[in-house]
């Protein structure tokens, strides 16, 4: 049984199809990418998952689990984490009040600091500006404080909506290094990524997403190398 079982979904925002009966999967322990251009719907199908949408109907199962009517907070406690396109970290606290945050539905102080020192780990830079408010931080630094709150709640399945966006390419290749870490951690990632060729480096299967449907699937490694994907998102 896979992790996430995602079937017919279909989500509409008033008289607009966002997504029009999408079916995909992850197993425990896989990097899968959704890719495709603005306004496809990529965003939709994570806030979907994470309840902060509603689905016109089909189902989502996580775990064996059905999601589909269940409270954002609940979804969280099943272990699913999503960090949002833009960060949206809470600018006026410090870092480690950041990634507290994270933490709130976990009552044990002690998986707390150890929370915090696996975080502290994989994101040396946080450890040094962990007194410092979250708004002072560069592009870069935010993105990894998303990431590591995301980390605070002790999830099975992250879910990254567009890691890369707004940040110098170098910063990128940062980012992507870390989240190949996380995966290899133990934890799951979907992935949402508008740099079609960084997302399909990094996973390990990919579905190609165009208004609302799924046109295209398969092994990463494969679309990065097919025509069609080329032209369409690589520039080739």
Do not use: C, W
């Given at each position: 049984?896979?992790?996430?079982?995602?079937?017919?979904?279909?989500?509409?925002?008033?008289?607009?199809?966002?997504?029009?009966?999408?079916?995909?999967?992850?197993?425990?322990?896989?990097?899968?990418?959704?890719?495709?251009?603005?306004?496809?719907?990529?965003?939709?199908?994570?806030?979907?998952?994470?309840?902060?949408?509603?689905?016109?109907?089909?189902?989502?199962?996580?775990?064996?689990?059905?999601?589909?009517?269940?409270?954002?907070?609940?979804?969280?406690?099943?272990?699913?984490?999503?960090?949002?396109?833009?960060?949206?970290?809470f600018a006026g606290l410090t870092v480690i009040e950041n990634l507290k945050m994270g933490a709130n539905l976990i009552?044990?102080?002690?998986?707390?600091?150890?929370?915090?020192?696996?975080?502290?780990?994989?994101?040396?830079?946080?450890?040094?500006?962990?007194?410092?408010?979250?708004?002072?931080?560069?592009?870069?630094?935010?993105?990894?404080?998303?990431?590591?709150?995301?980390?605070?709640?002790?999830?099975?399945?992250?879910?990254?909506?567009?890691?890369?966006?707004?940040?110098?390419?170098?910063?990128?290749?940062?980012?992507?290094?870390?989240i190949r870490t996380i995966n290899q951690t133990g934890t799951s990632i979907l992935l949402i990524e508008q740099n079609?060729?960084?997302?399909?480096?990094?996973?390990?299967?990919?579905?190609?997403?165009?208004?609302?449907?799924?046109?295209?699937?398969?092994?990463?490694?494969?679309?990065?190398?097919?025509?069609?994907?080329?032209?369409?998102?690589?520039?080739?």
């Amino acid at each position: 049984m896979s992790m996430l079982d995602v079937k017919d979904l279909h989500v509409s925002y008033g008289a607009i199809k966002a997504v029009q009966g999408i079916s995909f999967h992850l197993d425990k322990g896989e990097i899968v990418a959704l890719i495709g251009s603005n306004g496809a719907g990529k965003s939709t199908v994570l806030r979907t998952i994470s309840g902060l949408e509603r689905a016109k109907s089909g189902s989502i199962e996580f775990e064996g689990r059905e999601l589909t009517k269940m409270k954002p907070h609940k979804i969280v406690e099943l272990g699913i984490a999503h960090v949002p396109e833009g960060r949206r970290v809470f600018a006026g606290l410090t870092v480690i009040e950041n990634l507290k945050m994270g933490a709130n539905l976990i009552t044990s102080q002690t998986q707390i600091k150890d929370g915090l020192e696996h975080v502290f780990e994989i994101f040396p830079r946080l450890k040094e500006r962990e007194k410092q408010k979250a708004g002072t931080l560069s592009g870069g630094e935010q993105q990894m404080l998303a990431l590591g709150r995301a980390l605070m709640t002790n999830g099975k399945l992250l879910m990254l909506d567009e890691p890369s966006m707004g940040l110098a390419p170098i910063i990128v290749e940062d980012i992507f290094r870390i989240i190949r870490t996380i995966n290899q951690t133990g934890t799951s990632i979907l992935l949402i990524e508008q740099n079609a060729f960084l997302a399909l480096k990094t996973a390990s299967r990919a579905y190609v997403l165009e208004t609302g449907k799924i046109s295209m699937q398969g092994d990463a490694k494969d679309l990065l190398v097919d025509e069609r994907v080329k032209t369409a998102y690589l520039g080739a």
